[in-house]
């Protein structure tokens, strides 16, 4: 019996030695996968670490190359057409910055842009332009000379009469963005597209009126006026038929553009390449004449004045009808609006008044230049605060938004006609927040002005800096991308009738070099909110009807 039991004792003892070394061996086992284990969440996190460092990096850099590439396209479409250029000494200031400095400048100045605030200043350089455009003529300045003036800025490409229009062109617009590309509109009821850089036409919008094909006659289809949208997408044309039409002028392809941009170079038509997308909506309303239609800057507010004494508002992002202005006693001729701080449209109209439109407070201001002055024929928003207005009696005008009478006043701007009466300013137009302005008679010139509004009454002057030979009616300007060129219609009748007739004028669509040198842009900010100050007394306020 005892030496049964010794072997399974030592059998038992045997057993229970293996068990525990099977489980020291797995607690080793554990303590060396834990160790492991360990050894890989350090790894792990470290490796965390690292990546998240990379990350943060690569988010920086990231940034950087974003911010680069915005201000690379800013700088390709910059949709300025005000900008101006500088000083050499800005050069190197620009040159001595690095690119962290170069981009906070760039941004400070688009920021001051989008509010209304950025000055650009063009006039002096546009000014010493044409006066070197004017030392390559060896001829007389007399006024009997201007034919031979004409001619030798032709001939020294200084200036391009385009020709299309049968009738007096009345109306220009230039596509906003870029400036490659000008609209024309004429009494013979056409719609003409331009390629700028080459003076050629681009495309035919409307073709000119055909008894055999229309059905209207042709006074009714007179196109009066016209205004293309800050984006280039729009255009809005109004006429005698009391409508406002919006055309899309977008290309439905860019290799039909390009083709057609080359035939255009080569002197070919290109209407067969170019392919507009067309009429979008006709507005109507007006019981009148479309005499006037301006945009508002940066925005697709559009604002139609009439005959009837109304001016209408459409939002065209909703190609939608808003509301009707009353308040003019008589047929409106001109209506401007930068309105980048403001919603404020400007008019004018034959009760000799200008207004300005608060549209947020439902009144409107008057302005009334007093019993001698005559009314206005044209008018152009230079700023938020000022704007411009040509009467018909020669006297060229700036006003500030919170004065009653004009600060500045510039009597027979075009000089007297044969009758010994001044000649009444038929079109002005301003390049929006800068200091350059030009205006248009039948004298034979277009005249280009400095506008200078300082803070002080001292400061406020319009100051001639030259003119350029255009034989007829200038009946509309529009000034290119940094005061580079301009656009104008140029004919042998007035806009709005034909109660005068320049002889041996031609219909054409101007293209006038301002600026040959296209140096770097000085920059100033508008600090001052150009208030009044108490020498005269605000404009009167009055209720505004709606519909």
């Known amino acids: 019996m005892k030496s049964m039991k010794k072997p399974n004792t030592a059998i038992d003892f045997t057993l229970h030695d293996n068990e525990g070394n099977r489980k020291s061996n797995s607690k080793r086992d554990e303590d060396i996968l834990s160790s492991d284990d360990e050894d890989d969440r350090e790894e792990d996190s470290d490796s965390m670490i690292e990546s998240s460092e990379d990350e943060k990096e690569t988010a920086d850099a990231k940034k950087i190359r974003m911010a680069r590439e915005y201000l690379a396209k800013m700088e390709e479409h910059d949709d300025d057409s005000s900008s101006a250029p500088s000083s050499g000494d800005e050069d190197g200031d620009d040159d001595m910055m690095n690119d962290d400095e170069r981009i906070s400048k760039k941004l400070e100045k688009r920021r001051l842009k989008q509010q209304g605030l950025y000055q650009r200043m063009v006039a002096s350089e546009v000014q010493s332009s044409v006066e070197s455009c004017w030392r390559d003529y060896n001829g007389s300045s007399s006024s009997a000379e201007v034919r031979e003036q004409a001619q030798s800025w032709i001939q020294n490409d200084h200036l391009k009469l385009c020709r299309g229009h049968d009738l007096t062109p009345t109306c220009v617009a230039l596509h906003a963005p870029t400036g490659t590309v000008a609209y024309s509109a004429s009494k013979d009821n056409s719609i003409l597209m331009w390629d700028v850089e080459n ?67 080569k002197g070919g038509n290109s209407n067969t390449a170019i392919n507009i997308r067309g009429i979008v909506t006709t507005f109507e309303g007006h019981k009148g004449p479309v005499t006037a239609l301006a945009f508002r800057s940066q925005s697709r507010q559009l604002f139609s004045g009439s005959d009837d004494r109304c001016i209408r508002h459409y939002n065209l992002e909703e190609m939608a009808y808003i509301e009707t202005l009353y308040g003019h006693q008589n047929g409106i001729t001109g209506i401007a609006c930068h309105g980048i701080r403001y919603e404020m449209p400007y008019s004018v109209a034959r009760d000799r008044t200008a207004r300005a439109w608060k549209l947020a407070e439902e009144t409107h201001m008057i302005y009334r230049g007093g019993a001698k002055i005559s009314s206005a024929d044209c008018i152009s928003a230079i700023k938020d605060d000022y704007f411009l207005t040509g009467h018909d009696d020669g006297v060229f005008s700036m006003w500030l938004k919170d004065k009653k009478k004009a600060v500045v006043t510039v009597q027979q701007a075009h000089g007297k006609g044969t009758n010994s009466l001044p000649r009444g300013i038929v079109s002005c137009a301003s390049l929006g927040g800068s200091d350059f302005a030009a205006t248009g008679s039948n004298d034979g010139y277009l005249r280009l002005w400095k506008v200078s509004t300082g803070e002080r009454a001292s400061g406020r002057k319009l100051d001639s800096i030259g003119k350029i030979p255009l034989i007829g009616y200038i009946n509309d300007i529009a000034i290119g991308p940094k005061a580079r060129f301009c656009v104008a219609a140029v004919g042998q009748e007035p806009r709005l009738g034909r109660w005068d007739r320049v002889p041996g004028a031609k219909n054409r669509v101007a293209i006038v070099q301002l600026s040959r040198e296209n140096s770097d842009e000085s920059e100033s900010k508008n600090n001052n909110l150009n208030e009044g100050d108490d020498e005269s007394s605000k404009g009167d306020e009055i209720g505004q009807l709606e519909v």
């Open 199 to 265: 003076q050629k036409r681009l495309h035919t919008i409307i073709p000119r009126w055909n008894p055999k094909d229309c059905e209207y006659t042709r006074n009714s289809g007179e196109v009066l006026a016209m205004c293309a949208s800050d984006d280039g997408r729009y255009l809005a044309v109004g006429g005698r038929d009391a409508t406002v039409k919006i055309y899309d002028v977008r290309q439905r392809s860019n290799t039909n553009n390009a083709v057609a941009m080359e035939s255009a170079s």
